[in-house]
């Protein structure tokens, strides 16, 4: 355990302690060793498993016919198609809802069907199909519901289509609605014509970790299969399950991992008229693109449309064939975000000022109200507080009818909040979401019901509350090399599950220390380990209240000195990730300081 100061919460610093042969894995594969143990600690362990880390492409894949119902679903289509009928897709308001409902549409279109996109408004409506995107397809002319990133748990609205004589095909991959009975699950499945969702119980396809669009591209490889197409459009699909699959924050880890990588290819030279454009407008070009770039800077310009607004823009501009058009449009996506930006801080704010305040700032698991919080950015918020307090959160703020509020949550590891809420659905007027996230909708004059309820649940142990940081391996810096670190963007796409390698050394002298950027909101050191080696160091957390920290544990005079280039007692342990920096032509190795503490690391 990290003991930290008043200034920072505990955190649980563990190196890892997994077993293989290394040398034989670094000569047979061309790694070396350090990318070896990462790859092991990752929990690729077989030959299978590490030739599809390191090369896997689309045809490591499983069979989507795999799929329970995949190919009712496929046969179901099949026919909608060649009869003409138009096919209604219900879609989401968050990227996973957006790319899957825009690569089912395009597919459907690609084979000589008819398709149209419906969504919810995510501030009258909720998340998922409803009875107004139902009435209003059939209105329309639709005979076929198609949902995506949502219907599992849609059971009154795909009655009513079914009842209106819709043949209903639901495409999701949240985790199947269930109540229990003596301690078992009985899991609930909607009354439709056909379920797709690796989720089931029932289900042969070994891969359970698909986002919606995943789950969408699988159906339609499957489709195309049946129809005996090629599907020519396939490079822009993969794109699309690439950017939903890292900003709906899956794990990078299996099949996700070759989707991501396959589409990030693809992305790196897209002609895609929206993608490039608004690249163009957040200052990115497409052959810089990373999993990091769409987790921070695209999925959250696509995600504003939804929070705001609707999702209009976004499609607008994903379906723009003119650039200048497609300019404006995404303009138009980087201002909802800079407002949403805004919006989250302020909420953020507030939320602390509340749990600073609260009588139950001390229980395990923290339920916020906001009121006149915009709904849209509860989850985010939800996500900020769960990372400043290490909590379980949910964030609640008033619905659109009387007397009712929503919520949006966020869990840590060791904490599965779908199960957890699942024992309250009895209070719940709508429910839904997996072990990291759900959303709900419920009568407020039960919130103190539902605290009291999950509190009384909740076993989690103090050591659990603390966040847990592994450590790939204690690598002084004259370890670091440019050879190291090519190696080691063959780890790439980075995310969930397979987070950038992170490394640890002690005793760092700090020679040199500064703020630099724009908001002086960067730390850069100069550091010198045990062995003499001198690199520079860069933090980007928080820096106030990093010079606390300092000034904490080793005085003013000697935070003075560093400042000054001078002489000080300033040694600290760190846990890092290097990189190379190029500068007016010049490459120079460097580490990103992740965690710090003043003590040894065990």
Known sequence: ISERNKFMKKERWRLYAKKADFAAISKAYGINQV???????????????????????????????????????????EAAIANNELIAISSDFDNDGIFSGLLLKEAIIELGGRAAIFTPNRVMEGYGVNSRIVEEANAKGASVLLTCDNGIAAFEAIEEAKKLGMTVIVTDHHEVPFEEHD?????????????????????????????????????????FRRMKRTMSHQEIFLQYTAIATVADVMELVGENRILVRKGLSYLNHTNHIGLRALMEVCGISPEQVRAYHIGFILGPCFNAAGRLDTIVHALALLESKEYDQALALAGELWAMNEERKELTRVGTERAVELIEHATWKDEHVYLVYIKDCHESVAGIIAGRLRERYYRPVLVFTDASEEGQIKASGRSIDDYDMFTELSAFRNLFLRFGGHKMAAGLTMEKKNLEILRDGLNARCTLTQTQLMPLVMIDAAMPLGYISEEVIADLEKLEPFGRANEKPLFAQQHLSVLRLSRIGKNRNVVKMSVMGPEGIIMDALYFGDTDVFFDFLEEEYGRDNVAAALRGMRNTIDIGVTYYPQINEFQGKRSLQIVIQNYCRVSLN
């Open 35 to 77: 990318t070896a143990r990462i790859m092991r600690n990752r929990g690729v362990e077989t030959k299978e498993e590490i030739e599809s880390y390191l090369k896997g492409d689309l045809d490591y894949l499983s069979d989507p016919a795999l799929m329970k119902d995949a190919d009712k679903a496929a046969s179901l289509l």
């Open 183 to 223: 301690g078992k699950k009985i899991y609930l499945l909607p009354k439709a014509d056909a379920v797709v969702d690796p989720k089931q119980e029932d289900c042969a396809y070994p891969f359970k970790s698909l986002c919606g669009t995943g789950v969408a591209y699988q159906l339609m490889t499957l489709l």
